[in-house]
């Protein structure tokens, strides 16, 4: 089990460097999000049943595009949905950052809570994720209960977009 994690941990890094690092990567989300890319951010992380999350803490100063490669165990139907209906943790959520005076304060997710929800992204196997997220939102990976099919594995990159182009989509949009 050791050696496989091992080998999990080089096939991530070799991906990760192969990939997430290159300029052409970087060329592509700059082609298909129409944002220019000017730094990033990347980490590779597992997620273990039972064990692991992330936490919502004070919002970004500055907005992002959050690229997400995820890796989960679904090989059948069954673990596919368990993944799919949320029901065992370990989606991204993004909710919307309280208005706190104070900017240390971390969220608190309340599954019923519609109105700072923002979205949720499951976890898929082998799939990209891309969210261009403003400083107001954060992202957290919700806690793998126990009764999940396996880990979450992902490489997990953070790119700084040009704020400006964001502000003039969205008065394009209104």
Same mark, same amino acid.
Do not use: H
């Given at each position: 089990?050791?050696?496989?994690?091992?080998?999990?941990s080089?096939?991530?890094?070799?991906?990760?460097?192969?990939?997430?690092?290159?300029?052409?990567?970087?060329?592509?989300?700059?082609?298909?999000?129409?944002?220019?890319?000017?730094?990033?951010?990347?980490?590779?992380?597992?997620?273990?049943?039972?064990?692991?999350?992330?936490v919502?803490?004070?919002?970004?100063?500055?907005?992002?595009?959050?690229?997400?490669?995820?890796?989960?165990?679904?090989?059948?139907?069954?673990?596919?949905?368990?993944?799919?209906?949320g029901?065992? @943790?370990? +989606?991204?959520?993004?909710?919307?950052?309280?208005? =706190? $005076?104070?900017? #240390?304060?971390?969220?608190?997710?309340?599954?019923?809570?519609?109105?700072?929800?923002?979205?949720?992204?499951?976890?898929?196997?082998?799939?990209?994720?891309?969210?261009?997220?403003?400083?107001?939102?954060?992202?957290?990976?919700?806690?793998?209960?126990?009764?999940?099919?396996?880990?979450?594995?992902?490489?997990? @990159?953070? +790119?700084?977009?040009?704020?400006?182009?964001?502000? =003039? $989509?969205?008065? #394009?949009?209104?």
């Amino acid at each position: 089990a050791e050696y496989m994690g091992y080998l999990l941990s080089q096939k991530l890094k070799e991906i990760r460097d192969n990939l997430f690092k290159t300029e052409s990567f970087s060329r592509f989300l700059m082609i298909i999000t129409g944002l220019p890319i000017y730094k990033r951010s990347l980490i590779i992380r597992r997620f273990r049943a039972g064990l692991d999350y992330t936490v919502a803490t004070a919002p970004d100063t500055e907005p992002y595009l959050d690229a997400s490669l995820c890796f989960v165990d679904g090989d059948n139907e069954e673990k596919k949905e368990a993944w799919e209906n949320g029901d065992c @943790g370990g +989606f991204e959520c993004y909710i919307t950052a309280e208005k =706190e $005076e104070n900017p #240390e304060v971390v969220a608190v997710y309340q599954e019923n809570d519609e109105d700072d929800s923002v979205m949720n992204v499951s976890a898929t196997c082998n799939s990209l994720c891309l969210v261009v997220r403003n400083p107001e939102t954060m992202r957290f990976v919700k806690f793998i209960s126990t009764s999940a099919p396996g880990s979450r594995v992902e490489i997990f @990159g953070q +790119f700084g977009v040009d704020e400006s182009l964001l502000q =003039e $989509e969205e008065d #394009e949009e209104d």
